[in-house]
């Protein structure tokens, strides 16, 4: 399957290409730096990233253990602020906002999606996606259920609404934690390690719908030890040691739907 990948880098030419056919950009990182201080001892976990990420990209970020990718996506989630380095989310500097302000633009602008599903749990599913629109008050209590059901049925989970998170599979609950992503209709999809509990049908069922997001125009950012999903996404990027040391475009897109009709059938495993 990967020798069919052809990949290229992002060149300054082709950035600039983007931009000029209009593409938004929705994450910018100028030379985004990240030290902590353990004892007398400084860890640089980020040594200076730049990046622009542009509207209905669907890019993998890898690296090995400890090379900063969680670091990275908990600056992009404005979970965490750089020591030095300016972090532009859909137009907005997050370096100087102040954590109230801070967690307002991430609960408007971000939908995260953790290894972990993090449900809530002994709560139905319906109420797990209706969890982020809480904090807004443009929803009233009947606006909130209608969205939630809506983005429930968009992951294909619209007989499941109340069911609580210990009455679903491991790829159920993965699609409500996605429909809670969904729900506040974000700028970018944050994903860590979105796949790496389920097994290999379940994942790639999961990767179908992320395939169909990013046909949708949405922009998703998904981080994983896992090479092979970075073939189902359109740009490639590799972090070493808190450093950006690859970023290619991927002009051969495989296809995910394609990889999973392919799988043995489950009775014949
Ligand atoms: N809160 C922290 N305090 C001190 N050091 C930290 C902290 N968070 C991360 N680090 C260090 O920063 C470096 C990058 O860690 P990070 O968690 O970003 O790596 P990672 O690429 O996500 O690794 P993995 O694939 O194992 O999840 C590591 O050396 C780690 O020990
Ligand atoms: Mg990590």
């Given at each position: 399957?990967?020798?069919n990948?052809?990949?290229?880098?992002?060149?300054?030419?082709?950035?600039?290409?983007?931009?000029?056919?209009?593409?938004?950009?929705?994450?910018?990182?100028?030379?985004?730096?990240?030290?902590?201080?353990?004892?007398?001892?400084?860890?640089?976990?980020?040594?200076?990233?730049?990046?622009?990420?542009?509207?209905?990209?669907?890019?993998?970020?890898?690296?090995?253990?400890?090379?900063?990718k969680?670091?990275?996506?908990n600056?992009?989630?404005?979970?965490?602020?750089?020591?030095?380095?300016?972090?532009?989310?859909?137009g907005?500097?997050?370096?100087?906002?102040?954590?109230?302000?801070?967690?307002i633009l991430?609960n408007?602008?971000?939908?995260?999606?953790?290894?972990?599903?993090?449900?809530?749990?002994?709560?139905?599913?319906?109420?797990?996606?209706?969890?982020?629109?809480?904090?807004?008050?443009?929803?009233n209590?009947?606006?909130?259920?209608?969205?939630?059901?809506?983005?429930l049925?968009?992951?294909?989970?619209?007989?499941?609404?109340?069911?609580?998170?210990?009455q679903?599979?491991?790829?159920?609950?993965?699609?409500?934690?996605?429909?809670?992503?969904?729900?506040n209709?974000?700028?970018?999809?944050?994903?860590?390690?979105?796949?790496?509990?389920?097994?290999?049908?379940?994942?790639?069922?999961i990767?179908?719908?992320f395939?169909?997001?990013?046909?949708?125009?949405?922009?998703?950012?998904?981080?994983t030890h896992?090479?092979?999903?970075?073939?189902?996404?359109?740009?490639?990027?590799t972090?070493?040691?808190?450093?950006?040391?690859?970023?290619?475009?991927?002009t051969?897109?495989?296809?995910?739907?394609?990889?999973?009709?392919?799988?043995?059938?489950?009775?014949?495993?």
């Amino acid at each position: 399957m990967s020798e069919n990948t052809i990949n290229h880098s992002v060149t300054e030419q082709e950035a600039i290409d983007r931009e000029k056919k209009g593409k938004k950009v929705v994450i910018e990182l100028q030379d985004v730096r990240r030290e902590f201080h353990v004892g007398s001892e400084v860890v640089k976990a980020l040594r200076g990233v730049s990046f622009k990420i542009y509207e209905g990209e669907f890019v993998t970020i890898m690296g090995t253990s400890g090379s900063g990718k969680s670091t990275l996506l908990n600056q992009l989630g404005c979970l965490d602020t750089p020591t030095s380095g300016e972090y532009i989310l859909d137009g907005t500097p997050v370096r100087k906002m102040k954590r109230s302000e801070r967690a307002i633009l991430r609960n408007r602008k971000i939908g995260f999606i953790f290894q972990n599903y993090n449900l809530l749990a002994k709560t139905t599913a319906v109420e797990n996606v209706e969890l982020p629109l809480m904090y807004n008050k443009k929803y009233n209590a009947k606006q909130r259920r209608e969205a939630a059901v809506k983005a429930l049925q968009a992951v294909g989970l619209g007989d499941r609404l109340e069911h609580k998170s210990n009455q679903m599979s491991g790829g159920q609950m993965q699609r409500v934690a996605i429909a809670r992503a969904l729900v506040n209709d974000p700028a970018v999809i944050l994903a860590d390690e979105a796949t790496g509990n389920l097994d290999s049908r379940t994942s790639f069922e999961i990767l179908v719908l992320f395939q169909q997001l990013h046909r949708q125009g949405r922009t998703i950012i998904f981080v994983t030890h896992n090479p092979e999903i970075a073939q189902y996404s359109s740009r490639n990027i590799t972090l070493r040691d808190g450093m950006l040391c690859e970023d290619k475009v991927n002009t051969c897109i495989l296809d995910a739907a394609e990889a999973l009709a392919a799988l043995p059938k489950p009775d014949d495993e």
